[in-house]
């Protein structure tokens, strides 16, 4: 883990953090300002000379101006195999080119060592993603799938960066909803001990029919309210019961990861429960919870509503629970970074608990560049009628069927493609798994993921565009330029070269360096840079490849390596979006 060299853009800026520290030596904090350029006069440029004006001028100064700054800036770098040449453009941009031979040894270096050698360096290394968190006995619906897609992306890109990632499924399981489904357990089911699991099947048909009558018989409202002190007071049966629910709810959000192949551990509501009194009783002491209309509040400047902690019944709420589950996080995990992934809808009540927990010292008053705590929101699933994702029937979406759905498809267009006849039955269903799964997740995964997004099978599972099925077949052509070469790519590895004779090389090699797009992605927390790098990168691939022959061309063994990192940091990039790669098609 360690041994990574960071991104080239971060080598790039320790050269000038060495430069900016003789060329301004009264600002020793200065941080290097680096870009990748978009001009043709370099590679990366340092935009530090302007605020450095500002900062000495006025001052007894040897500089004239922002561009005798970046000329200073520009002679203070120190000697470096990574500089070809330098130069200043406008007022003081410092442009750096690199070397065509220190980028093809940094992808021989790669190829050899492995893709965890460009890992990008982040400034923290435990983090909290806090993601799909469905609620028990409710549907799981699209908007959990996103925030599961999504998510597991954020975790994996940070995983990447060798940040350790504690990955939380922050189901609800704690919600007043239990005394009625308990009791309505005991009615249907009196056997359900043996067979409650099997005798229930739909939960969710389930939860509507327990609503039905909690709403229309007040006899059994009263058992269910009742059943809900039991149930929190720690009674063993009531208990048994409540596991047996969340059981039924737990297999059915299983079903769902495992088709996506998304790691998560739960920790939901009930888990932070005993927490809470202790928690809320800090705060108190504090002075920062206060009665209001029978229930406790913390009063958040500026908003309308207090953030209510305690119910007038006395009950917690999801606001005491979320609190709870941060001072967790922070005191007894240790978690430098905790990112939340919901829909926009709840974006108030990150911002009023994150407000709350500033109030109490918890997080530093002023976090904006590098919070501890960010709310990654996103907007609606919309159906083709730009109405909110529905059936046919309207009813909601079963995620098992739309990723079923999705396999389906693209199975049917493999099979038309002739491939059952070329591969075995296993190999189809993998492919066809792999293809549609991967769909879904980059159709969701390439708008930023703000803005809503529209469903539509049709133009996830086309094979042009920006689409990961376009985006596997790019890269199992890439295999087969390697595969039909005949040469052993791992014995060219330990015996060939990289040289970037050609313009389309160069460009092509220096855009292999990812990992800064994956420096970015974390920061900004938009999987969606990360997209339009890979589709980008095929791009570039293509342009190189009808620039410069390969196979039989006196450069065949550099570029076959060429070939070969570019399908490395496209499977790498797959792997961030949790898109299994297919190698031929
Ligand atoms: N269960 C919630 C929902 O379905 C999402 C929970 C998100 N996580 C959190 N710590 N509040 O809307």
Redesign the pocket.
Same mark, same amino acid.
């Given at each position: 883990a360690e041994d990574n060299d960071g991104t080239v853009k971060q080598q790039i800026a320790k050269l000038f953090e060495t430069s900016l520290r003789i060329t301004i030596p009264d600002e020793p904090s200065l941080e290097p300002l680096v870009v990748k350029c978009t001009g043709k006069f370099g590679d990366y440029q340092c935009n530090n000379a302007m605020s450095c004006w500002a900062k000495v001028k006025g001052k007894k100064t040897e500089f004239k101006g922002p561009p005798s700054i970046g000329q200073a800036i520009a002679n203070n770098l120190p000697e470096s195999e990574m500089i070809e040449s330098c130069s200043i453009a406008g007022p003081g941009f410092v442009n750096v080119v690199l070397p065509n031979k220190w980028i093809a040894k940094s992808i021989q270096k790669m190829l050899e060592k492995g893709i965890g050698i460009w890992a990008p360096r982040l400034r923290v290394s435990r983090a909290v993603v806090?993601?799909?968190?469905?609620?028990i006995a409710?549907e799981m619906?699209v908007? $959990?799938l996103r925030?599961t897609i999504i998510g597991d992306t954020i975790a994996r890109m940070l995983e990447y960066s060798n940040v350790e990632v504690l990955r939380?499924n $922050?189901?609800?399981d704690w919600g007043t909803q239990f005394g009625m489904l308990i009791e309505y357990m005991f009615e249907k089911f009196p056997d359900w001990e043996n067979a409650g699991e099997q005798a229930i099947g739909d939960l969710q048909a389930f939860y509507k029919a327990s609503k039905l009558k909690f709403d229309a018989d007040p006899v059994f409202k009263e058992k269910a309210q009742q059943a809900v002190v039991l149930l929190q007071g720690g009674n063993e049966k009531y208990r048994k019961a409540w596991s047996t629910i969340c059981e039924i709810s737990r297999r059915e959000f299983h079903q769902v990861y495992e088709r996506l192949g998304v790691s998560l551990e739960e920790k939901g509501?009930s888990f932070y429960n005993p927490y809470i009194p202790k928690v809320l009783e800090g705060l108190t002491n504090q002075g920062l919870i206060v009665e209001s209309e029978g229930a406790r509040v913390i009063v958040i400047e500026g908003k309308q509503i207090p953030l209510i902690v305690v119910k007038s019944d006395g009950g917690y709420n *999801?606001a005491s !629970?979320?609190l709870t589950?941060?001072w967790y996080r922070l005191n007894e995990e240790k978690a430098e970074w905790i990112i *939340?992934? !919901?829909?926009v809808?709840?974006k108030l $009540?990150?911002d009023m608990f994150f407000t709350a927990a500033k109030l109490a010292g918890w997080l530093p008053a002023d976090e904006n560049l590098y919070p501890k705590t960010s709310h990654v929101d996103f907007g609606l699933v919309l159906g083709d009628d730009k109405k909110r994702f529905r059936t046919r029937s309207s009813e909601v979406v079963r995620l098992v069927d739309l990723l079923d759905e999705a396999k389906t498809r693209c199975k049917a267009e493999l099979v038309e493609r002739g491939k059952s006849l070329e591969w075995t039955a296993e190999e189809l269903e993998q492919n066809a798994e792999a293809i549609g799964y991967g769909a879904v997740k980059y159709a969701d995964l390439k708008n930023n993921r703000s803005t809503n997004y529209t469903f539509s099978f049709d133009q996830m599972l086309n094979d042009k565009g920006n689409t990961a099925v376009y985006l596997q077949y790019a890269h199992a052509r890439i295999c087969s330029i390697i595969r039909k070469s005949g040469k052993d790519i791992e014995e060219l590895k330990k015996t060939g070269t990289i040289v970037l004779g050609h313009a389309e090389e160069r460009t092509l090699g220096l855009h292999l360096q990812f990992a800064e797009v994956v420096e970015e992605a974390c920061m900004n927390l938009l999987p969606n840079v990360l997209c339009e790098y890979l589709y980008n990168l095929s791009e570039h691939f293509t342009r190189f490849y009808s620039e410069c022959k390969v196979v039989g061309s006196p450069e065949e063994t550099s570029r076959l390596l060429l070939c070969e990192a570019t399908a490395v940091v496209m499977r790498q990039c797959f792997h961030l979006l949790g898109i299994v790669p297919v190698y031929k098609i």
């Open positions: 806090d993601f799909s968190s469905p609620n409710k619906h908007g $959990h925030s939380r $922050h189901v609800g509501e *999801y !629970t979320d589950a941060l *939340y992934v !919901t829909d809808g709840q $009540h990150f």
